[in-house]
Every structure is written in structure tokens, then in C-alpha cells.
């Protein structure tokens, strides 16, 4: 067997293998061997069909699969001797399949493009300097918890005219341009109108002043933009939409304010149990306990958006473009075209280089995941999943692992959460090793950062 690199440039080469007899023959043989003695065809006895007829019904099946494991296992071996860090797959030479004839040929030659990554560094010391946001626990963000927080338990009362943003009960009646009801027009009745969820102000301020009994016509269409929000008004299927023209009528059944509960024991006890809260001051320490580790996790993922950023930009080596849009071509055959790789391209390319980047930050730094952090990572998923799925919080060791168990035995499962770990691991060391530039900064600015 021979295999050799011819590169094109920088970025691109050409490995051709050539498999003869020798690298095949003996293993061909063994396996057609094996297969003599357990193959059963009427006229011979067991062990004894004619070799000459084993060839004849598995003989190119055979041979095909070995040179395929062959070409495989030998151009692994190749890429890993050579340290060459191929992007992609490789892909056969000028888009074409090798023709091969199994029956006559004796030796094989593969012709193969390749994509490699480029040199790059990616240095994580104090030199480098990155963002850390802290977002401040100020009143505005406390009080705002603490909205949110007695929201969870308010309740909706009945009251006599509509002011700002009260939820209306109505009947829907569609209507002609002198708002007379439609014959055959759509009819709702008792559909629920939160005012909030109004864009258009003009149409907003309409509603104010109206009370039970009160009538008013407007464009629905122009009201709520927004079409999952109109056909839940409408009690209807979203695609039916477009066939609803005109103004409706709405006649106001019941106007409701949402009323939140008072700051005081009982609403301590609701949020938090029975006496685990006791007072004011206690009450507001859990606030700013929970601001602050929410707050942490804002700043976490805010931070990991700034390595990626910060990574990205010192990352000025070219990538095997035309080889890379050439692959994702085959990959996705029959699912995108080359309009659609374009237009995603540069998404792509940068999360190609990130990738790359924290590879080598990893391998660079020994920063490794072991079976047992695995399992740990996978169990967490699983509890948080738990917990936002079914409110179950106290999920049995047993079942955890059997869950954990089986998410072990998904290639794709494995590849996925060992991403997601790696990736953390990566960000974690990252934190530690470069100078942070700590910035402290409100709710309102740091959500305008995200933004961006």
C-alpha cells in the first residue's frame, strides 16, 4: 500500500492511495475461508462447498468491504502520522468516484481532496484581556424581582372602566365598512384582550374610558400584528388568517385589573413555605440572594460570549473556503443548495474557527473530560430537565443513572454533552488564567449589551 500528499496550496492537497493484493489477500481469504465452513448449499455437505463458488457468491462483497476498511483505517493512520488536522471529510478528486471493477482488478487507487486547518495561536495568559461584566443589585433591579415575584400570585378582579392595561373580556363580530355585521361574518364570543399586548398606541388609547356594554370597531389585522397572537383571539388555526378581511366589532363584557398580593407573611409563606420567612429584611436577603446568582449566570454567559468574540478576532488565518462549501454540498445533498451555503457561510466559517480555537485551547492545556465528570455533567441535564419539565425536584439516585446509562450507549448523545462539557471546561479555564477587565454595570445597560 502507498499513500502520498501532493498539496495545491496552503490549505488543500491531494492524497492518493493505492491498495494492492498484498494488503488485502490474506484477510479476503481468511474471511471467505470461514465462511466455507458454516455455509450450507444443497448438493454439499456442510464445510464442503467448492471455494470457487463461495467467490462466486461473496467474493466481490467481500473484497470491497476490506478495501474499504483498509482505505479507511490507512488514511486515519496517514492524517494522524503527518499531524495533518483535516477539516471536513476528505472528498474524492474532481468530484468523481473511482471505477472499479471488483472481479478483475487486483489493485486499487484512490484519488482524495482534502481541507487542512492552519497554523494558528490561541494564547490564554494574563497578557490576554477580556471583559467581566458584574451587574449591580441596585434598587431598580430589586424592585423589579420583587414585581416579578408577587406577579406569580396576583389575581385578576373585576373592575368598571379601562384605564392602561387591563385584560377585556368581548364579544367578536366581523362588520362591513358601515359596521354592519357580516351575514356569513366570523362570531367570537368571550375572547380575552390583554391590552399590553397591543403595538399600535392610536388603537390602544381607543380602548380607554370603555366599560361594560361599551362598543367599539377596529382593524384586528392592524391591532395585532403578530398572527399567533390574532388566532388565539380568534379561536382559529393561524393559516386561515389571511382569508379574514375587514373590521370587527367588539361589544366589552367584563373589564378585570390584575392586582398583586401585599408584601406580608402570607405571601412569604406562598413563595417560600411556611415560616422560612419571617420577615422584611429576611425577605429582602432572598432577593438579593437570588438576584445574585442570576446575575452570575447572566455575567457566565455574557463572559463566554466575549472569549468566543475575543478568540474569533485574533483568529486572522484563512480557511480551504471552496473545499469547505464543496463538503458541505455532499453532506447536505438533497437538502441544501449552493444559494443556501452561501447565504450561511460566514455563520458557518466562524463556528468552524471557534471550534478550532477551543480545540487547541484544550489540547494545548491538557484540559480533558473523564468518564465520571461525563456521567456527572449528563446527570445534571437530566435534573434540570426534571425540574423544568415536571416541578420534580427531588429525582431518585436510580432513576437518574438508568437515565445516565442510557444516553451512554448514543454515540450522539456522548459527542453532544462531551461538547457542551468540553466547551465549559474551556470557558472555565479561560476565567482563570486571563486578566478580567471587571466591569461593573446595571441590569439596563448589561441587557443592552446583549443586545447587540
Not at 493512520?77 to 474532481?94: A, N, Q, S, T, Y
Not at 487542512?116 to 494564547?123: K, L, R, V
Not at 452570575?296 to 468566543?308: G, H, I, L, P, T
Not at 454540498?329 to 463556528?351: A, C, M, P, S, W
Request: glycine letters at 4%; charged letters at 40%; zero cysteines.
Amino acid at each position: 500500500m502507498n499513500i502520498t500528499k501532493t498539496n495545491i496550496d496552503d490549505l488543500t492537497a491531494v492524497v492518493k492511495v493505492v491498495i494492492d493484493k498484498a494488503d488485502y489477500e490474506e484477510k479476503v481469504e481468511n474471511i471467505l475461508k470461514d465462511y466455507r465452513k458454516k455455509a450450507r448449499l444443497d448438493g454439499f455437505r456442510p464445510g464442503m462447498v467448492p471455494m470457487g463458488i463461495v467467490r462466486k457468491m461473496i467474493g466481490k462483497s467481500v473484497l470491497a468491504e476490506e478495501v474499504g476498511k483498509i482505505l479507511e483505517e490507512s488514511m486515519s493512520d496517514f492524517f494522524e502520522k503527518e499531524k495533518l488536522h483535516i477539516l471536513g471529510d476528505p472528498l474524492p478528486h474532481e468530484d468523481k468516484e473511482p471505477e472499479i471493477n471488483w472481479e478483475t482488478q487486483t489493485s486499487f487507487e484512490f484519488t482524495f481532496d482534502i481541507g487542512m486547518a492552519p497554523e494558528f495561536d490561541a494564547p490564554v495568559t494574563n497578557k490576554e484581556k477580556i471583559p467581566y461584566y458584574k451587574i449591580k443589585i441596585d434598587e431598580d433591579a430589586r424592585n423589579k424581582h420583587i414585581d416579578r415575584l408577587r406577579s406569580r400570585f396576583g389575581n385578576y378582579k373585576e373592575t368598571n372602566v379601562i384605564t392602561e392595561n387591563e385584560m377585556i373580556k368581548v364579544d367578536l363580530v366581523q362588520v362591513d365598512k358601515q359596521d354592519n355585521p357580516f351575514t356569513d361574518g366570523m362570531r367570537v364570543e368571550d375572547a380575552v384582550i390583554y391590552l399590553e399586548f397591543i403595538k399600535d398606541d392610536k388603537l390602544k388609547k381607543k380602548f380607554k374610558g370603555l366599560q361594560k356594554g361599551s362598543v367599539l370597531t377596529i382593524d384586528l389585522h392592524k391591532a395585532f400584528p403578530n398572527e399567533i397572537d390574532l388566532a388565539a383571539l380568534l379561536k382559529t388555526d393561524k393559516e386561515k388568517l389571511s382569508k379574514i378581511k375587514g373590521n370587527f366589532q367588539l361589544t366589552v363584557k367584563s373589564v378585570s385589573v390584575f392586582e398583586k398580593p401585599e408584601i406580608n407573611q402570607e405571601f412569604f409563606d406562598k413563595l417560600y413555605g411556611k415560616d422560612v420567612v419571617k420577615s422584611e429584611e429576611e425577605f429582602l436577603q432572598k432577593v438579593d440572594d437570588e438576584l445574585k446568582n442570576t446575575f452570575e449566570r447572566e455575567s457566565e454567559y455574557k463572559f463566554a460570549q466575549d472569549v468566543r468574540d475575543y478568540y474569533l478576532k485574533k483568529f486572522k488565518k484563512d480557511l480551504p473556503d471552496e473545499f469547505l462549501k464543496r463538503w458541505m454540498l455532499k453532506v447536505n445533498e438533497g437538502k441544501l443548495t449552493k444559494e443556501q451555503i452561501e447565504k450561511d457561510f460566514d455563520q458557518f466559517i466562524d463556528d468552524l474557527k471557534w471550534q478550532l480555537i477551543k480545540s487547541k485551547i484544550a489540547r494545548e492545556n491538557d484540559i480533558r473530560i473523564t468518564e465520571e465528570e461525563l456521567r456527572s455533567y449528563i446527570g445534571f441535564n437530566y435534573r434540570l430537565q426534571f425540574l423544568q419539565y415536571y416541578g420534580i425536584t427531588n429525582v431518585p439516585e436510580e432513576t437518574l443513572a438508568n437515565y445516565v446509562d442510557e444516553a451512554l450507549k448514543n454515540r450522539n448523545e456522548i459527542r453532544r454533552y462531551s461538547e457542551r462539557l468540553l466547551e465549559n471546561k474551556v470557558y472555565e479555564f479561560v476565567k482563570k488564567n486571563v486578566k478580567l477587565d471587571e466591569k461593573e454595570i446595571t441590569l439596563e445597560k448589561f441587557n443592552k449589551l446583549l443586545e447587540k
